[in-house]
Each structure stands twice: as C-alpha cells, then as structure tokens.
T-cell receptor, first 113, second 112 residues
Framework: DTGVSQNPRHKITKRGQNVTFRCDPI?????LYWYRQTLGQGPEFLTY??????LEKSRLLSDRFSAERPKGSFSTLEIQRTEQGDSAMYLC???WGGGNTIYFGEGSWLTVV | QKEVEQDPGPLSVPEGAIVSLNCTYS??????FMWYRQYSRKGPELLMY????GNKEDGRFTAQVDKSSKYISLFIRDSQPSDSATYLC????????????FGTGTRLTIIP
C-alpha cells in the first residue's frame, strides 16, 4: 500500500502527557497537511508543509502543538500537556504541488482521559 | 456562523434513488469546490472537484456550483448500498488547495 500512512492509529493518554503522531506521505509528494476532525464535524486545517518548510499554521494550532517535517519526507505532530479538548482524529494528507488531489491517510485517533 | 453549512442528516434513501446533498457558504472568495466521501473511521476520499460555477459529471455523480447563491450540490444517481458514507463538502480560495474549509458532513445510508 503506497497511500498516506499514519501511526499510531489509536492513542489513549492521560491528561497532561505528551503525544506524538507520525505521518508518512505518498512517495514524492512535496506537500503535507495536518487536519483535525472531531466527532460529527468536518476536518479543520491545522498546518501544511511544502518540502521541509512549514508555510501556514492555523490559529487552532496552539503553542502546545508542534509539527515538523525535517527532511521533507515524513512529518510528526506533537501535542504537549494534552487536554481533554484535544481528543480528536488527526488526519494527515499529502499532494504533489498545489492544485492537485489531496490524499488523506486513515487518521490517528487521540483520546485524552 | 460557520463559513460552510451542511445538513448533518442522517439521510436514508432506498437503493436506486437519486440522492441530493447540499452545502451553503458565506465566503465569496471560495473558488474551488470539492466533495469528499468518508467511510466510518477512515480518511476522506476525493470524489469531485469543480472550479467556479457550473456542473461536472463523473459516472453516477454530478456536482453543481452556483456561486451567485453560494450553494453547491452533489447528486448521486442509481444509489447503491456501497454509497453509504458521510459526504463532506470542502472549499478553498486558492488553486493550491493549501487550506480546505470543510462542512460538517452529511451521513448517508442507502437501504437495500
């Protein structure tokens, strides 16, 4: 399977702990996106990279959130000091350049207890 | 008020019926309009992509955009049980699709 891969698929963590999600985009896709989706809602844009450069961040991405794409390939999304409101599915997507189809991964579910 | 409004449903129709799904939006800068299908606990999958006003057809799916009314629609003909999913509309201002704004999604069930 050469689609967008996300790990872990599910994570349960205690409030206050840090969590990290990894995304491996489709090979050779230079754009990588992170979205967040809560139950009954559509995905909300968090941030995107072109190669290793983080070009836009949503105001939803508080200081507790940090995303990296150090070599322009895989990306990580870290949430520090998790809160119950962080419980959601974190979706990663990738595309080749702009204006082309964005392919989503299957998401990483986070539950903060 | 959300930038994109979509009736969350649920919507149930018998197999073979024509399904109509709709979104309204408030941001007149949106130029690119998409429909995604999302199966339970999966990521969204792009179905249709249209630019500006007009119609686009792809097999059993037809997307319509009316920018003057800020209203978009997706029609599914000859609906099948495999079409049962959540349908999300999405929009962007830029050709680059950097930031998509999604509706809440409509949960659709096709009854055999």
């Amino acid at each position: 399977d050469t689609g967008v891969s996300q790990n872990p698929r599910h994570k349960i963590t205690k409030r206050g702990q840090n969590v990290t999600f990894r995304c491996d985009p489709i090979s050779e896709h230079n754009r990588l996106y992170w979205y967040r989706q809560t139950l009954g809602q559509g995905p909300e844009f968090l941030t995107y990279f072109q190669n290793e450069a983080q070009l836009e961040k949503s105001r939803l991405l508080s200081d507790r959130f940090s995303a990296e794409r150090p070599k322009g390939s895989f990306s990580t999304l870290e949430i520090q000091r998790t809160e119950q409101g962080d419980s959601a599915m974190y979706l990663c997507a990738s595309s080749w350049g702009g204006g082309n189809t964005i392919y989503f991964g299957e998401g990483s579910w986070l539950t903060v207890v | 008020q959300k930038e994109v409004e979509q009736d969350p449903g649920p919507l149930s129709v018998p197999e073979g019926a024509i399904v109509s799904l709709n979104c309204t939006y408030s941001n007149s800068a949106f130029q690119y309009f998409m429909w995604y299908r999302q199966y339970s606990r999966k990521g969204p999958e792009l179905l249709m992509y249209t630019y500006s006003s007009g119609n686009k057809e792809d097999g059993r799916f037809t997307a319509q955009v009316d920018k003057s009314s800020k209203y978009i629609s997706l029609f599914i003909r000859d609906s099948q049980p495999s079409d049962s999913a959540t349908y999300l509309c999405a929009m962007s201002e830029d050709f680059g699709n950097e930031k998509l704004t999604f509706g809440t999604g409509t949960r659709l069930t096709i009854i055999p």
